[in-house]
């Protein structure tokens, strides 16, 4: 039975999480032991921010200086109640008392009122907010919400890639040499990755307070990450009500009012509730895209009416998402703080080739059993054939024109007479009459006799939209996540975190069953003699052999479902009770209920290896398990005598579940599945300040990353699988990395880091050939085979506002070589036998990256941004259709060309009844550049039906050119011509403009 999506009992259990968060002393918030204060200080009357102001701490002799738009922070503060002073001159003093909780992020808003300045007290200013902390031995990159409000930067992942030793390619992130799924997710401290590695819970942009990207360094407390930590802090409602909404679109300006490339609208806002003590943030995002897709697909369209008159019409794109989140957070006393958010994602994404991109007309054809008449005693015998016919208006009333006869199906040696209705057909064959039962085995497109027209010649041509007949992905993601924090004395408290995390997706064709596909190759029932073939391979899927490129008839032959629920608990106990210690350790559980149906030929039946049950599906990839994971952590940051040590151990247990299996049979092969896996993890890390300006740092880290469930778990049937057999005894893949720097603030407004690091990474996932010796069957298994390395240098130097302006810039000299990939890398029949003696360069090895981000502002006012971005070439293989074997020494030998962005962002602010209208205009990739994405094309499939060959990096090889071609003798000269193909997926998004406006309050 189907899973599909299961998704109401979460909405249930999200609501209850709301209304648990307001009685219960449970709390969700950020992650880390220091509070912060972050205030903004204005004037009362015109709303101008108002920098350089004086704040003081009443009581110490610690303060700073509002900076950047009015802004000042106070980080790194203990648990307990302060008083925040506020002095500018001209303005009369303002004080605020708050109470701080351990990990509390609280927002002031200082409005001063400006007044006749006769006589102030002097006082003194000791000690700044610094841009650089000297007293870790960490990486770290943060994000603030600014970002996305103002810059051209659309998504969490576009954001990080601005940030050192991140490599941007194809949608993916590759995190300092390693491959792409290194990179844990987070969202106030809970992870949000799907265990079966198909990415993780998004979030919307206005939702963002915070983003923190680790990438070095990382502390005990991290863990099943080869290469970083992402943890996103959300915002939480302040003491008085506030929020925005931006709508950005580049469809304007269009006569017909209709909306059909790209929209977005976003929301968020927030504040206090009607019970004491409870905050909330509410939080979405709707987006609508086309991309430069050209696809013909039938999509819905809406209207919006005012009487009769349409204000706007809009229908689904390809790509649409939405999403959402709802946090509240109740301070319960003093000391303990209650949270609880609810995030939801959904998405409908269309897949596009341009093969698959045609309307018209084919005709429709009916395969009906036949049977003959026996003479001798007048029944009628089926003769276990099939007669094409082609559709009509006689099929409507197929019933009503037939006669009831006995018909005889033989079977060893015995008949089986049955009473059914038959009637007579003309064959599309030769357009002969026969006798035919009337029920039809077969009712869609086969070729030849389904031709292809562009209008409806006869009433059997019906509409056919190939691009309607490709698959669409629908996906669901939700995270609910409840944590609990005490304050058990000033300097020590303990977290409780409870989340689940739920993903589910379908991909199908039109929404069909995979009983309801119509595709090449075929087998039906039938009603007589069980199975029998009734179709063709892939020249189905063409009817006319005048245009042999495009897709005429058939479905994709590709039908998927996925499901996910991961419940964890985590328990963390921090103390500074020990003088120049700062102790941590955690301890926590998660459970993994995960399946996977996915169908290759999903309307073909075959028989079961070992239950002989008929299964939908010529390949399949289907399982369903359940797996614990558990790990514990202690670490300590010792202070002493001016030298700072981070270390700390890490344990991680991981088990497969009681229901994995191995079924293939090779004496090479262990069938017994480990049950329980751990691994001991240390990490050490000094940190050396020299001023309080400037400080050298060094780390070493042992890392392990437990597998993607999928290459444990994926089918482990020897025959008829779709895909890798998965391999329930891979072992964690490790990592052991170098990491030192150095970091400098020059000047109160510019701070500078320097990195290096050497990475070697073990036991990565790759492939190589089995034989299962019961069947015979060859075919392609994961293993732990692969190995890699990387090294680089990160220069980081950034600049806060000040003088009307701001900027990051990033600087990344990196190596990425290994001898795989991707865990396909082996698959191919000659396995791992031609493993290269030597590493070579990966696919995401760009040596060179720079970014660089500048802001000019007057806050509140105006503001101009612009984003750089450069990467040198990404490396590919050259490919020789003429040689038997490829060299394994050409991996990655070429490189494509370097890449290079430029966006820009203008913002005119108006002051609207003391709230703040926004009008925007982006503009994307400025300098209209080719940004390559796949260099031989996104591929053409199914085979075509004249035998033409489609190549891309074998075009790519001999002409130099990108995207992809198809190889045939088109002018019948004996010798085969490339034929270039026209496809949009070969390069990134062209230059492109949006309008925006934006209410903010």
């Not at 444990?712 to 893949?733: C, E, M, R, T, Y």
Request: proline letters at 4%; one cysteine or more.
């Amino acid at each position: 039975m189907l899973r599909r999506h299961r998704i109401k009992w979460l909405w249930s259990c999200g609501i209850l999480l709301v209304l648990a968060s307001a009685i219960l002393p449970i709390e969700v918030a950020a992650q880390g032991a220091p509070a912060s204060i972050k205030g903004v200080v204005r004037d009362s009357e015109s709303g101008d921010l108002l920098d350089y102001a004086n704040v003081l701490l009443v009581g110490t002799t610690r303060g700073t200086m509002s900076l950047g738009g009015g802004v000042f922070y106070f980080k790194g503060m203990a648990p307990g109640t302060y008083t925040v002073k506020v002095l500018y001159l001209g303005y009369a003093p303002v004080e605020q008392t708050v109470k701080l909780a351990a990990g509390d992020i609280k927002n002031l808003v200082f409005d001063m009122k400006a007044v006749i300045v006769e006589t102030l007290n002097p006082f003194e200013v000791e000690g700044e907010e610094y841009m650089v902390d000297v007293n870790t031995a960490t990486t770290e990159q943060n994000v603030g919400s600014e970002t996305f409000e103002k810059y051209a930067i659309d998504s969490v992942e576009e954001a990080l890639s601005k940030t050192a030793g991140v490599v941007y390619r194809a949608g993916q992130l590759f995190v300092r040499g390693g491959r792409s799924g290194e990179v844990t997710m987070q969202i106030d401290g809970v992870s949000v990755d799907n265990p079966l590695g198909t990415g993780s819970l998004e979030v919307s942009s206005l939702a963002v307070e915070n983003m923190s990207f680790i990438t070095g360094g990382l502390d005990a407390k991290y863990g099943n990450a080869l290469s970083g930590v992402v943890n996103i802090t959300t915002k939480e409602g302040g003491e008085k009500f506030g929020g925005g909404i931006r709508y950005l679109t580049n469809d304007w300006g269009r006569q017909d009012k209709t909306y059909t490339n790209f929209d977005r609208f976003e929301y968020g806002f927030g504040g206090p509730s009607m019970i004491k003590g409870l905050t909330y943030y509410l939080s979405g995002d709707l987006a609508f895209d086309d991309g430069e897709n050209t696809s013909v697909a039938d999509r819905p369209e809406y209207k919006v009416n005012l009487g009769n008159t349409t204000l706007f019409k809009f229908r689904r794109r390809q790509f649409n998402s939405a999403k959402g989140s709802a946090k509240l957070a109740y301070t319960v006393s003093e000391n303990k703080k209650v949270s609880v958010e609810y995030s939801y994602s959904t998405s409908l994404a269309e897949s596009y080739r341009p093969n698959w991109s045609v309307e018209g007309y084919a005709k429709r054809v009916l395969y009906m059993p036949e049977v003959i008449q026996r003479n001798r005693d007048q029944t009628w015998f089926a003769t276990g054939g099939t007669v094409p016919v082609y559709y009509g208006p006689w099929y409507d009333t197929l019933l009503q024109n037939s006669r009831s006869a006995l018909v005889v199906d033989t079977r060893n040696s015995s008949e089986l007479r049955s009473a059914m209705p038959i009637l007579e057909v003309r064959s599309a064959v030769d357009n002969s009459i026969h006798t035919v039962i009337a029920h039809a085995e077969f009712d869609g497109f086969k070729y030849p006799y389904s031709s292809y027209s562009t209008v409806a010649e006869d009433s059997s041509y019906t509409s056919f939209n190939s691009a309607d007949n490709l698959t669409s992905s629908r996906s669901v993601g939700q995270v609910g996540k409840i944590v609990w924090r005490h304050n058990l004395s000033n300097d020590t408290f303990y977290t409780l975190r409870l989340g689940l995390v739920a993903f589910d997706t379908r991909t199908d064709v039109a929404g069909k069953d995979p009983w309801e596909y119509n595709h090449g190759g075929i087998w039906s029932p039938g009603l007589f003699f069980g199975q029998h073939r009734i179709y063709q391979v892939g020249s189905d899927y063409y009817t006319d052999p005048l245009s042999p490129y495009f897709v005429t008839t058939s479905d994709n032959f590709f039908y998927g479902e996925e499901y996910s629920r991961t419940y964890s608990l985590g328990f963390e106990l921090v103390s500074a009770r020990w003088r120049g210690h700062f102790v941590e350790t955690g301890v926590g559980v998660r459970y993994n209920d995960l399946e996977r149906y996915n169908l290759v030929y999903p309307a073909i039946m075959r028989e079961g290896r070992y239950t002989n049950e008929w299964t939908q599906g010529a390949n399949r990839n289907v399982f369903h398990t359940y797996n614990p994971e558990g790990y514990w952590y202690l670490q300590d940051r010792w202070e002493y005598e001016g030298m700072v040590v981070n270390y700390g151990l890490r344990w991680d247990m991981f088990s497969p579940g009681s229901a994995a299996a191995i079924q293939l049979e090779n004496e090479d092969v262990n069938q017994n599945v480990t049950k329980y896996k751990t691994s001991f993890q240390p990490r050490l890390g000094f940190a050396f300040p020299i001023t309080d300006r400037d400080g050298f740092h060094f780390h070493y880290g042992r890392f392990v990353q437990f597998p993607e469930r999928e290459f444990l778990f994926a089918s482990q049937d020897p025959v008829g699988n779709s895909g890798i057999l998965g391999n329930p005894n891979l072992d964690p893949q490790s990592t052991v990395q170098y990491s030192a720097g150095i970091k400098h603030q020059f000047t109160d407004y510019i701070a500078g880091q320097f990195s290096l690091y050497s990475k070697d990474i073990y036991d990565l996932i790759a492939s190589t050939q089995v034989t299962d010796e019961s069947t015979g069957q060859t075919l392609a298994r994961y293993i732990n085979k692969a190995y890699a390395s990387a090294r680089g240098i990160e220069i980081t130097l950034e600049k806060r506002y000040s003088h009307n302006y701001q900027f990051r810039f990033t600087y990344t000299y990196s190596f990425a070589d290994g001898v795989a990939s991707d865990t396909a890398f082996g698959s191919a029949p000659e396995g791992l036998q031609y493993l290269p003696n030597q590493e070579l360069p990966l696919d995401w090895d760009q040596r060179h990256t720079l970014n660089l981000l500048v802001l000019f502002t007057k806050p509140r006012v105006w503001s101009t941004s612009f984003t750089f971005s450069y990467g040198s070439g990404f490396p590919w293989t050259p490919f020789d259709r003429f040689s038997r074997r490829q060299d394994p020494l050409l991996e990655n030998s070429e490189r494509l060309p370097a890449t290079y962005s430029l966006s820009i962002q203008f913002e005119r602010n108006i002051n609207l009844y003391g709230k703040r209208l926004s009008l925007q205009l982006q503009g994307l990739n400025l300098l209209n550049q080719d940004v390559v994405v796949a260099e031989g094309g996104g591929g053409i499939s199914p085979g075509m039906i004249n035998g033409a060959n489609s190549l891309g990096i074998g075009y790519l090889t001999e002409t130099g050119k990108f995207g992809s071609a198809l190889l045939q003798d088109a002018n019948g000269d004996g010798e085969d011509e490339y034929i270039p193909i026209v496809d949009p997926r070969t390069f990134g998004q062209h230059r492109l403009f949006r309008l925006g406006i934006g209410y903010y309050f």
